[in-house]
């Protein structure tokens, strides 16, 4: 009788097993468990702040190219690591870094100007159209060390964006496990400099001889803190209004599968502000972007993993992985 017992639930778990969607076997996979294993690194105090261009940034680059080689993910255009230079005037004259060629020239004419060797890094699936791209990317770099301040001299990066990391990783496994290959190819971008000018998003683009396949971009920028305690579920969903259906995907995806959200659904014309997504916008790629607003420990040495609100990174995770299926496989938008 315990024999016949066990067959029986063993045919009801494989049943269950087989009629889960492709879709729903990624959605399984994304958990606080793996959150806090890439924040945890990525803040800790071993990478002093991950400031573009130094040690602690190019430590967090080998780590996110390691985590996707052990995933299985696989390298675009066969490299994961896109190296790229930047330039800025000797730093008594006030001025930005630039990726712009015609900046940079100009600056090669001075007597004296500065350099900041950085790399983004690029994963990528391939889509059956392999000439379409959707992208999803956040910048892993932060704003490093200061050594004359008293006490804890490290700003850490929790939220800003080692959360963000760790969305486009959970993601990246998600797509594994659907083993379904997407219609259109996916890029998993992880950009440097974003702290000092969006300067990896922007450097992408400027290399890339045709952006007319990239068909969109979702971007994370801290999305692990509540600005209002009492809404720990608080969101801001920014997207480029002419596409009104990225507010129909997340609304109806909150109810089908339960995710604890309550966006703030921001549509905009050109969302051209705050991140990563400004460089896309400005180039007219439609856009979605993730970001729970500030908080009194942005840009400060106390933005620590423990302070993140876990079931909130978890959640807005899989809200955007599944933006993502609909970007990587919807043609109507």
């Known amino acids: 009788m315990k024999n016949i017992t066990f067959i029986i639930a063993f045919l009801f778990i494989s049943s269950l097993a087989i009629a889960q969607k492709p879709i729903e076997k990624g959605l399984a996979t994304i958990n606080r468990q793996s959150a806090e294993a890439y924040i945890g690194f990525l803040a800790s105090d071993a990478l002093r702040g991950r400031e573009a261009g130094k040690s602690g940034g190019k430590v967090a680059a080998e780590y996110i190219k390691a985590t996707l080689m052990d995933m299985g993910i696989q390298p675009f255009e066969g490299e994961y690591f896109q190296p790229f230079d930047a330039y800025a005037r000797e730093r008594q004259i006030r001025g930005r870094f630039q990726v712009n060629p015609d900046s940079i020239a100009i600056y090669k004419k001075q007597s004296a100007y500065r350099k900041l060797s950085m790399q983004n890094v690029l994963g990528y699936i391939e889509g059956k159209n392999k ?61 440097d400099g974003e702290e000092i000018g969006s300067l990896g998003s922007q450097y992408f683009l400027l290399a890339r001889p045709d952006i007319s396949g990239i068909k969109g971009y979702l971007n994370f920028d801290m999305i692990g803190r509540n600005q209002n305690e009492s809404k720990p579920n608080h969101v801001v969903y920014f997207y480029t209004e002419a596409n009104s ?89």
């Open 131 to 191: 000439n379409e791209f959707v992208i999803v990317g956040a910048h892993f770099d932060h704003i490093g060390t200061d050594r004359t301040l008293v006490g804890d001299k490290i700003y850490n990066g929790a939220d800003d964006n080692a959360s963000g990391v760790s969305a486009v990783l959970q993601i990246a496994k998600a797509f594994l496990a659907s083993r379904v290959q997407p219609e259109r190819s996916i890029i998993f971008a992880f950009w």
């Open 245 to 333: 259906v990225f507010g129909d995907w997340l609304k109806n995806d909150i109810v089908k599968y339960k995710l604890t959200l309550e966006p703030d659904y921001r549509p905009w014309d050109k969302p051209v502000g705050g991140s990563d997504n400004s460089s896309f916008a400005k180039k007219n790629i439609p856009i979605i972007w993730y970001h729970t607003d500030g908080h009194p420990d942005y840009h400060q040495p106390t933005d620590h993993a423990d302070k993140l609100n876990w079931d909130k990174v978890v959640n807005i995770t899989k809200a955007s992985y599944l933006n993502m299926w609909n970007l990587a496989n919807e043609k109507s938008f």
